[in-house]
C-alpha cells in the first residue's frame, strides 16, 4: 500500500498553554503532506488566552479544528475523555496522538512518519530521536499496554509530558487506527501503585532492548 495517500487527524489536547499553542502549533499546521490531514485541539478546561489563540489561528489555518472539553466534567481522567471528544471529531482513519511539548522538527516531518508507519499494525509508538524518528509498532493494542500504562497512568493533576527516551518506553506520539482508537483510550490514566509502576518500568526497559523498529530520517 501507497502511504502516501494516507489521510490523517492529528489529535493534540491542551491545558493553559498559550504560549506553547502560540508557538509551536504551527509547525503541525504548515506540514507539507501529500493527502489530507486535519489538526484537531481539544482543550482540557484551560483558564488562561489559550481559546482566543485557538480562533486567531483558525481564522489563519483552515486545517485546524477545535473542541473542548465541558466544564462539568472535573474528572482527573480528563486527558483521557478529551482524546475520546477528538476521536469522535476526527474525520480519518488514521489518528496521530501528539501533544505541544513537542513540535514537529521540520515541515516533512508528518510526511516521514505516515510513509514509514506499518499500516498493518493497529498501534505504533513514535519517538523524536536526534537521528530522525523511530516508530516502534505494535500489530495489536494490547501489546502496547505496558508502554501506554507507564506514560499515560492516573496522575492527580495535568501530566506534564517532558521528551524522554525510547528504552523507557516514553514516547512522543502514537498512530493508531481510528477504529482501535477506543480501545487504546481504556487503557489511559489507570491507577498503578508505586510497586507496579516500577515493575511496569523494568518490564519495558527489558522488552525495548530488544524491540523492532523502523527509523526514518528528517
Known amino acids: 500500500m501507497d502511504n502516501r495517500n494516507q489521510s490523517v487527524s492529528v489529535l493534540i489536547t491542551v491545558h493553559d498553554q498559550a504560549q506553547e499553542i502560540r508557538e509551536k502549533l504551527p509547525t503541525y499546521l504548515t506540514q507539507h503532506y501529500e493527502s489530507d490531514y486535519e489538526v484537531i485541539v481539544i482543550d482540557e478546561m484551560s483558564t488562561d488566552e489559550g481559546a482566543d489563540v485557538l480562533q486567531q489561528l483558525r481564522d489563519e489555518y483552515p486545517n485546524l479544528r477545535t473542541t473542548f472539553l465541558p466544564k462539568s466534567n472535573r474528572t482527573t481522567q480528563r486527558r483521557k475523555y478529551a482524546l475520546s471528544i477528538g476521536v469522535k471529531a476526527s474525520g480519518y482513519e488514521w489518528i496521530i496522538i501528539s501533544d505541544l511539548h513537542n513540535e514537529m522538527p521540520s515541515e516533512d516531518t508528518l510526511q516521514h512518519i505516515i510513509e514509514a508507519m506499518d499500516t498493518d499494525a493497529d498501534l505504533t509508538l513514535g519517538y523524536f530521536t536526534k537521528k530522525g524518528i523511530k516508530l516502534h509498532p505494535f500489530a495489536y493494542i494490547d501489546e502496547a499496554?505496558?508502554?501506554?500504562?507507564?506514560?499515560?497512568?492516573?496522575?492527580?493533576s495535568v501530566y506534564d509530558r517532558p521528551h524522554h527516551s525510547f528504552i523507557w518506553g516514553h514516547y512522543d506520539f502514537i498512530i493508531v487506527k481510528r477504529e482501535q482508537a477506543y480501545n487504546l483510550l481504556n487503557l489511559f490514566q489507570q491507577k498503578l501503585s508505586f510497586g507496579s509502576l516500577i515493575l511496569v518500568r523494568l518490564k519495558l526497559f527489558f522488552k525495548n532492548l530488544f524491540a523492532s523498529t523502523i527509523t526514518a530520517s528528517l
Do not use: F, G, P, T
Not at 499496554?145 to 492527580?156: F, G, Q
Open 145 to 156: 499496554h505496558y508502554h501506554i500504562m507507564n506514560a499515560e497512568r492516573k496522575l492527580d
